[in-house]
């Protein structure tokens, strides 16, 4: 009887905690949904700028948020470029190839990376390029190039991590079968493995896209500015839609401006929440194929 006491009790405050994180979501989505919704329109992409003059880059863009969607994409399109081939590279090593004591020396190395707070991210970008200043490149300076890298060592881990379990989730039948039909361990990898971990591997590269996508503390001491416009190369100062959010909170006058931040927090946020969507249904699908066998 007390033991049916204490499961029920438990099963109560399971329900009110699951209940209070969905208030609290719908609460927030709701509220930005009522502030954002109706400021999204051409107006608070490219300002007074035909759309057309805006994306060809014929003139610039300084009071809409065109120049800082262009700047995040640039920005998570590098960083998830530079960390896709070490992101996936270790994670095979570590699935394949490593034995027992560099398993755990790696994967206690990519535990501390992951546990690295992005702000601290950000100081060491922040620390590298003044050492380079003073030491052998006198006219380094923040840009695109150095958020990236910081962004890309900080997605880094979830993209090992990823790879590793799909590797490790695909059935040990499909691993002899190879081994019968005279597969060595590279033919494995490259014909079947691979493959068949695809889609477990591309759910972590769709989170890390919205990980590079969101974060604010890296590119605030890397690179980003408020009215960059559009970046003319990887070394430029660029403006992005994390920052601008940010900016617009801190900085504005009126509430036009405010209502700009929350329509651009909005945008950000389907962003944010398309990516981190598909990553879930491939991730489901990826599961309920090998759960089928």
């Given at each position: 009887m007390r033991l049916d006491r204490l499961t029920t009790t438990l099963n109560i405050?399971?329900?009110?905690?699951?209940?209070?994180?969905?208030?609290?979501?719908?609460?927030m989505l709701g509220f930005l949904l009522i502030r954002g919704l109706p400021t999204i329109n051409l107006s608070l992409f490219?300002?007074?700028?035909?759309?057309?003059?805006?994306?060809?880059g014929l003139r610039p863009v300084w009071d809409g948020i065109w120049p800082a969607c262009v700047g995040t994409l640039y920005l998570v399109c590098?960083?998830?470029?530079?960390?896709?081939?070490?992101?996936?590279?270790?994670?095979?090593?570590?699935?394949?190839?490593a034995g027992k004591r560099?398993?755990?020396?790696?994967?206690?190395?990519?535990d501390i990376l992951a546990g690295i707070p992005s702000i601290v991210m950000g100081l060491f970008g922040f620390t590298l390029i003044l050492f380079l200043r003073y030491t052998f490149l006198p006219h380094a300076n923040t840009g695109m190039l150095l958020a990236a890298i910081c962004l890309a060592l900080l997605i880094l881990p979830s993209m090992v991590?990823?790879?590793?379990?799909?590797?490790?989730?695909?059935?040990?039948?499909?691993?002899l079968t190879c081994a019968a039909l005279g597969f060595n361990q590279r033919q494995s990898l490259r014909h079947v493995l691979l493959p068949a971990a695809s889609r477990g591997i591309l759910g972590g590269i769709m989170?890390?896209?919205?990980?590079?996508?969101?974060?604010?503390?890296?590119?605030?001491?890397t690179g980003v500015v408020a009215n960059a416009g559009l970046a003319n190369g990887i070394f430029d100062k660029f403006q992005a839609l994390p920052f601008t959010i940010y900016y617009t909170a801190a900085q504005y006058q009126t509430q036009e401006e405010l209502q700009r931040g929350f329509g651009a927090a909005?945008?950000?946020?389907?962003?944010?929440?398309?990516?981190?969507?598909?990553?879930?249904?491939?991730?489901?699908?990826?599961h309920a194929r090998w759960k089928k066998g």
């Open positions: 405050i399971g329900w009110l905690a699951v209940l209070l994180l969905l208030l609290a979501m719908g609460c490219f300002g007074d700028v035909s759309p057309k003059e805006a994306i060809l590098l960083t998830v470029a530079l960390a896709l081939f070490p992101g996936i590279g270790c994670g095979i090593y570590l699935a394949e190839y560099q398993k755990r020396w790696l994967g206690s190395a990519i991590l990823t790879t590793r379990e799909a590797l490790n989730a695909i059935p040990e039948d499909l691993r989170l890390a896209f919205g990980r590079a996508a969101e974060d604010t503390a890296v590119i605030l001491l909005l945008i950000l946020l389907l962003l944010a929440g398309g990516l981190l969507l598909s990553a879930y249904a491939i991730e489901r699908t990826y």
